[in-house]
């Protein structure tokens, strides 16, 4: 098989992968909103993210998503907003505050408790720690000395953690899960790791030419 031949079987094996972990992803968040009562707008928001999902499958080459990943940024905005219309309880209550503001999600899963403390995170020994909207139990973890129970993406090198990755579809995936919450923090957050420039590229230019 010729090296280019290759390469791209590689990286539509990875993309696969990557959206194995949106579908049970999906998955969670639709057993979630079940558990608790089925509210109908987040049963809506559900039925929307499974609709961009079976489009995205059902497309001819999924390595579309390379060169226009918004659609997962679709798909995860419409997971924060299920989420958001849920009961508040222990990890589940994302809706807004009496100011009207949103609680952010845990940054290193946005599917643990809300991130209701932050803490100081230190994204590798080259990099200078930095504070951190995360969950009490990522925050517990890295008081002690800890990793945080990161999320991770399948690719070529193996599994990863977001803030090692580099492409455009971990960060339409970040920027929809903190649609609500607001990306403010973001940039300050991920500064000088693998997402760094892919992030900025995108909250400054293709999102918001996306939205115009």
């Known amino acids: 098989m010729p090296a280019h031949d290759r390469e791209a079987a590689q990286a539509r094996a990875v993309l696969l992968r990557v959206l194995d972990g949106f579908d ?20 809506s928001r559900t039925l929307a993210a499974a609709g961009i999902r079976d489009a995205w499958r059902a497309a001819p080459d999924p390595t579309d998503l390379f060169l226009d990943p918004t659609p997962v940024g679709w798909f995860t905005a419409q997971l924060a907003q299920a989420r958001a219309c849920l009961p508040a309880g222990p990890g589940e209550g994302f809706g807004p505050d009496a100011s009207g503001r949103y609680t952010a999600p845990c940054l290193f899963d946005p599917h643990h408790a809300p991130a209701e403390v932050s803490a100081l995170w230190q994204p590798s020994p080259q990099l ?12 517990a973890r890295l008081a002690a000395g800890q990793p945080p129970r990161a999320r991770e993406f399948a690719t070529e090198r193996g599994p990863r953690p977001l803030w090692a990755c580099g492409d455009r579809i971990q960060v339409f995936w970040l920027l929809g899960h903190f649609t609500l919450a607001g990306w403010e923090r973001l940039a300050a957050v991920f500064a000088h790791t693998a997402l760094a420039s892919p992030l900025n590229y995108v909250m400054t230019h293709q999102w918001s030419d996306d939205h115009d």
């Open 128 to 139: 200078l720690p930095r504070p951190v909207p995360c969950c009490a139990e990522d925050a």
């Open 24 to 43: 049970a992803e999906l998955a969670d968040v639709e057993a979630r909103v079940a558990r608790l009562g089925s509210p109908a707008a987040a049963v």
